[in-house]
């Protein structure tokens, strides 16, 4: 039992680093990558690292090409869109009906205390470290409805809408700070339970996502 769970958290934490370096573009579109290399590269076995990517093809981010490795998605204008239009449509309902929940204390603490660390972020560290505790505001938001698939959809539509480094350009134009700014509105709308000002407020947030 020790044995597999020790593979499982190297297959989850090999799967961390490879996710990272595709959302942050270092991991370039269109190439192929092979699961042999990057094991031989992280000096870890193949078998986590075979893992990993085949998760990762679970998510879209990647493709698997047979007898030459794994090829980085690279995403059309309309698939884009199509994420974008499935966001909005799923993520800004989870947002309305957490709003319509009763909180306890210790959650209140939590989502403020989430959406401040993003503040925090969006100043001091890159975008590939203010994506991070984006993610998990955002995740925490939506778990808040209780629905694990629901969830893990939005946690893939937010990878797949961020692969090949597509919100670099938030660095720019005080571009971070202000979707932080906006993750500290939504929390308080959620927050007081004003469920319409929470989806509209969300939809607005979204804006940054479309292509």
Do not use: C
Not at 46 to 73: H, I, Q, T, W, Y
Not at 193 to 203: K, V
């Amino acid at each position: 039992m020790a044995g597999s769970v020790t593979r499982q958290t190297l297959k989850d934490s090999t799967e961390a680093m490879i996710r990272r370096a595709l959302l942050s573009g270092q991991m370039k579109p269109g190439e192929i990558y092979s699961a042999n290399a990057l094991a031989s590269q992280l000096g870890i076995s193949n078998s986590p690292a075979r893992e990993a990517m085949m998760s990762l093809v679970d998510k879209g981010l990647l493709e698997l090409v047979r007898n030459r490795g794994f090829r980085v998605v690279e995403l059309t204008p309309q698939d884009k869109l199509e994420v974008y239009d499935l966001r909005m449509l799923i993520e800004v309902e989870a947002v309305r009906r957490a709003a319509q929940l009763d909180l306890d204390a210790e959650t209140i603490q939590q989502l403020r205390a989430l959406a401040e660390q993003t503040v925090e972020f969006s100043t001091h560290h890159d975008v590939s470290e203010y994506l991070e505790v984006d993610q998990s505001f955002h995740s925490s938001l939506v778990g808040l409805v209780g629905n694990r698939r629901w969830l893990d959809i939005v946690n893939t539509l937010r990878d797949q809408s961020r692969v090949n480094g597509f919100y670099a350009y938030l660095a720019e134009d005080n571009g971070l700070p202000t979707t932080a700014d906006e993750h500290v509105a939504i929390a308080e709308a959620v927050i007081s339970g004003d469920a319409e000002r929470a989806a509209e407020l969300m939809a607005r947030h979204l804006d940054y996502a479309k292509p």
